[in-house]
C-alpha cells in the first residue's frame, strides 16, 4: 500500500512538471513571437516627397524607387529642387510595390501612428526654416511636424519647410522608425527598427 502512494506521489510530481513546463514553452514562444513581431519591420519600395508650395505653385515632387527589394537592383532616387524663400508643406506616401497589387503602407503607419516617426537630417543652410541640420543627430533639434499621434508625440507625414538661399545644394535624409511600446517624447534614430532611411540630392534655385 504504501508503494502503491509513493508510486501515485511520483507520477503527480511528474504531471506537473510537464505541464508547467509546457506552460513556460508556451509563454516563452509567445513571448518571441510578439518580439519578432514588433521588431517587423515593414515593406516599402516607393516613397514619394510632394512639397507643396504655399504661394500656389505646383507641388514639387521626389521619388525614391527600388523595384526589386532587396534584390541586387539599385533604386532611382529623383532630385529635389526648390525655390528660395518659399515655405513648402511636405507629405509622404509610402508604398509597397512587390506583390501583386500596390499596398499602402501610409495607412498602415496612420493606424499606428503611436509607433513610428520620421526623423530628418539636411545640410546645414537647406531650409531657413527649420533651421540647423534636422533631428537624426539630435531629437530635440527644431522640426516643423504638422500631425501627432493620440498621445501628443510627432509623426512626421506631414512637415513644412522653408527654403534657404538659391544655389545651395546638399542632401535631405528621411529616416522611418518603428518603435512599438518605446516611442517617447525622447526616443531618438536609435530607438526601435528603421523602415526607411533615404537621401536625397537637394538644390535650392
Not at 16 to 25: L, M, S
Not at 168 to 186: I, M, R, S, W
Amino acid at each position: 500500500m504504501k508503494n502503491t502512494h509513493l508510486l501515485l506521489y511520483i507520477f503527480l510530481f511528474l504531471a506537473v512538471g510537464i505541464f508547467a513546463g509546457c506552460g513556460d514553452d508556451d509563454d516563452n514562444q509567445m513571448e518571441m513571437e510578439m518580439e519578432m513581431e514588433n521588431e517587423e519591420e515593414e515593406e516599402i519600395s516607393r516613397v514619394t516627397l510632394s512639397f507643396t508650395p504655399d504661394n500656389g505653385g505646383d507641388p514639387v515632387t521626389a521619388v525614391w524607387f527600388d523595384a526589386d527589394g532587396e534584390g541586387s537592383g539599385a533604386p532611382t532616387i529623383d532630385n529635389i529642387e526648390l525655390e528660395e524663400g518659399i515655405t513648402y508643406t511636405l507629405n509622404l506616401e509610402l508604398t509597397n510595390t512587390l506583390g501583386t497589387t500596390d499596398e499602402d503602407i501610409t495607412v498602415e503607419i496612420m493606424e499606428e501612428d503611436d509607433e513610428h516617426m520620421f526623423f530628418f537630417s539636411f545640410t546645414d543652410g537647406i531650409f531657413s526654416d527649420p533651421s540647423g541640420d534636422g533631428n537624426v543627430d539630435n531629437r530635440m533639434d527644431p522640426l516643423n511636424y504638422n500631425d501627432q499621434d493620440d498621445n501628443g508625440l510627432p509623426v512626421g507625414l506631414s512637415t513644412t519647410w522653408t527654403a534657404g538661399n538659391a544655389e545651395t545644394v546638399g542632401e535631405f535624409n528621411v529616416v522611418l522608425k518603428h518603435q512599438p511600446d518605446q516611442k517617447t517624447a525622447t526616443s531618438d534614430v536609435a530607438v526601435g527598427g528603421t523602415d526607411v532611411d533615404i537621401s536625397f540630392p537637394i538644390n535650392i534655385q
